[in-house]
């Protein structure tokens, strides 16, 4: 006498659950081993605070980097006939300190201070 471990509907549905799990094996995304792109490299900026006092603007900047930073803080004056001011660059060593001011003549409209990092300058006098 021969013997079935199955009904059609058993064997149906478990065709059906089988099939089921193949489709999501096959469309499972699968984490492709991609080299990941290249980190930037840190900034290596100054701290600075801007401030304005009446006509003046002030910024302190200090730097906590191995690198010297260049600074610059630069005044938009906010009359069209005062002129907009920049100042010298001045190289912030290492663990340095710097106060930069500027000025217009009447009321200033904006205030920001740029940054150039000397890179080869760590541990090096210049």
Do not use: A, G, P, T
């Given at each position: 006498m021969r013997t079935t471990c199955c009904s059609a509907s058993w064997c149906s549905a478990s065709a059906a659950a089988l099939a089921a799990v193949t489709v999501l094996l096959w469309t499972t995304p699968v984490a492709v081993g991609r080299p990941l792109p290249p980190e930037k490299p840190p900034s290596y900026e100054a701290d600075c605070g801007a401030f304005v006092d009446g006509s003046r603007a002030i910024a302190y900047c200090h730097n906590p980097y191995p690198v010297t930073d260049r600074v610059r803080?630069?005044?938009?004056?906010?009359?069209w006939w005062d002129v907009d001011a920049d100042s010298a660059p001045v190289e912030i060593d290492p663990a340095g300190y710097a106060r930069l001011t500027e000025r217009c003549w009447k009321e200033v409209r904006a205030v920001w201070v740029s940054h150039q990092s000397l890179r080869g300058s760590a541990g090096a006098d210049t």
């Open positions: 803080l630069h005044v938009e004056c906010e009359r």
